[in-house]
């Protein structure tokens, strides 16, 4: 089962290092998939916060499903 992460434990999460799009919270901060201009048939990529970038703080995201779970993994 994935276990997604609390609101609180959202906004503790803090990421760095991440490029300016994954920064702005436009691309996964695990796969880089645009959430603007996605390269899958699908144009609707569900994705989910996964805390804020430590340059802009802005929330971040990740796509729902395996990315979420990596970028919180147990």
């Known amino acids: 089962m994935i276990r997604f992460p609390t609101k609180s434990e959202q906004r ?5 290092g991440l490029n300016i799009a994954q920064a702005d919270g436009l691309e996964c901060v695990m796969c880089e998939t645009n959430y603007l201009h996605p390269s899958v048939p699908d144009p609707a990529v569900p994705h989910v916060p996964v805390g804020i970038s430590t340059d802009t703080g802005s929330q971040v995201f990740a796509c729902a499903g395996i990315c979420a779970a990596l970028a919180w993994p147990d």
């Open 12 to 16: 503790e999460q803090r990421w760095s």
